[in-house]
């Protein structure tokens, strides 16, 4: 019974996240683009539990996008 694939991990997985981000006001018109750091992560699945493990690990990307994303943007604007 080939157990490679299924239980014992077979696939290496290297995924990056690299947003951009735009803010506008509305008011006057003006903008701003800026991109907080690309984050990265390595992981290693096998086929049973791959599709869980994908979605687990770009959670965790997205999750630690967004909080860089969001403490760049109180740099930027909070006085």
Do not use: T
């Given at each position: 019974m080939?157990?490679?694939g299924s239980v014992v991990p077979d696939e290496h997985q290297h995924?990056?996240?690299r947003l951009?981000?735009?803010v506008v006001d509305v008011r006057s018109g003006n903008w701003a683009m800026f991109s907080p750091e690309p984050?990265?992560?390595k992981a290693?699945?096998?086929r049973l539990g791959r599709e869980r493990s994908d979605?687990?690990?770009?959670s965790?990307?997205?999750q630690q996008?967004?909080?860089s994303a969001a403490r760049d943007l109180v740099k930027m604007y909070a006085n």
């Open positions: 080939p157990i490679v995924m990056r996240i951009k981000m735009a984050f990265e992560d290693v699945s096998a979605q687990a690990q770009v965790k990307l997205k996008a967004y909080a």
